[in-house]
């Protein structure tokens, strides 16, 4: 039982489940956990059923329907950019989603046939998780094995495996670039599409094939990709800024706090602190991505120019604090967070600030650092009352973000209060905190 201190918090986090976007997929849902973080032992070895939604790029497992009509989920899963959405066929052929995560998660998801008008299709499913990554699902009805690509290798002697890091240089051909291949010749071959880029980084000849079979060969070329800890493993995948650990990110920079925040935050307090619900308003998502993409690339942006509005850095700096690996405040020091303001509750107040100010005092000094940058920036926010943004709306942005739970012992509507809590008493107490 949830304590009434937190009912109000756990009413907001409801009412804004239900007024989030339209469902995109909604069904009865089997689940298997395969792999946890390197940090994590435990397993979900077997298969657990729920009732699921895919709103946004979130998705969510009830109990049951009457959960989900109550609004009650059990947990929550982000399907951003950073995640690998696959198809993956079990031992007996039946068909299963794997989903991988760069924090090392992996799970599987069975769809249940439904006879009901709301209960999304397999392909509905693997197309709308696809969407999320930013890597759409092409559509592909009957995938090819391995061993069928492997026919249409060309006799240059190139290995018949899919070369990785061309997919991933190519992951942005679609359906749309597919179909123009096959319908056009191209007049000039110096202008070679991406398509034909990628066959020929594969040594693939589908010149000989009719046109369904080349159709299927590129489809299959595009959606067998490999889990995360391969593409890590073989070196293709190397997070320069976005997903990098905090600590290695300040040492290669040679810095306190990494670049990426402190030029965030001081375009951000040059335009002011006056926009009102700044932090709370959306950007536009397709910008914030493209200028991910440009850091991750470590190219040289001026965030101060004014093609960059309030919102659009106030949710590049919010995606920043989401991908990394583990949150500002480790795994391990949440107990410490959990267990002062369960005390709290008690009315020891001041010895649940000497726990907080004991926790930050312990953290890694890259991670000190950054969180007294941050904490600092907000309490300058909160401080500016035009905005309508205190202490209290501030810590419910920047909870989840700056702490969180262990992933195989989180509970969303547990840790949620204990997060939120815990970030406002920090901006509140700021003084006592760092003294």
Known sequence: MIPGTYASVIDELRRKTLKSPVIKCEGTLKRKI?????????????????????????????????????????????????????????????????????????????????????????????????????????????SLSTSDISHHVGSNGHDTDVDRRSILDCKEITKKDITEFLNKKM???????????????????????????????????????????????????????????????????????????????????????????????????????????????????????EEFDINMLTGFLKLFLRELPEPVIPFCQYPIVEQAINGDRNGSYEETLTSLKQVVHDLPEPNKSTFKYIILHLVRVAHEEENQMDEHNLSIIFGPSLLGNHPDRANLLVDLPIQNTAVEKIITNYRTIFK
């Open 34 to 142: 395969t792999k946890t973080p390197p940090e994590v032992k435990s397993v979900e070895k077997s298969w657990a059923s729920f009732y699921a939604i895919l709103k946004s790029n979130t998705i969510y497992f009830y109990k049951d329907v009457k959960h989900f009509k109550r609004n009650e989920f059990e947990s929550a899963c982000d399907i951003t950019n950073d995640a690998l959405v696959d198809l993956e066929p079990d031992k007996k052929g039946i068909k299963l989603i794997k989903i991988s995560k760069p924090n090392g998660l992996e799970m599987l998801l069975r769809v249940k046939a439904e006879t009901g008008v709301k209960a999304s299709t397999f392909e509905s499913w693997l197309e709308n998780l696809s969407g999320c990554t930013g890597t759409p699902y092409t559509g592909l009805k009957n």
């Open 187 to 305: 007049k000039d071959p110096t202008n070679k599409s991406s398509v034909q880029k990628l066959l020929e980084d594969q040594g693939i000849d589908i010149s000989h094939l009719d046109k369904s079979k080349k159709k299927e060969v590129l489809n299959r070329l595009l959606t067998s990709r490999p889990s995360f800890s391969d593409l890590e493993r073989k070196g293709l995948i190397k997070y320069t800024v976005f997903g990098c650990p905090l600590a290695k990110l300040c040492t290669r920079q040679k810095v306190a706090v990494p670049r990426v925040l402190t030029d965030c935050v001081e375009a951000i307090e040059y335009r002011g602190l006056k926009s009102g619900g700044m932090y709370r308003i959306s950007g536009n998502s397709a910008s914030i991505q493209k200028l991910r993409f440009k850091f991750d690339r470590e190219e040289t942006v001026n965030l101060k120019d």
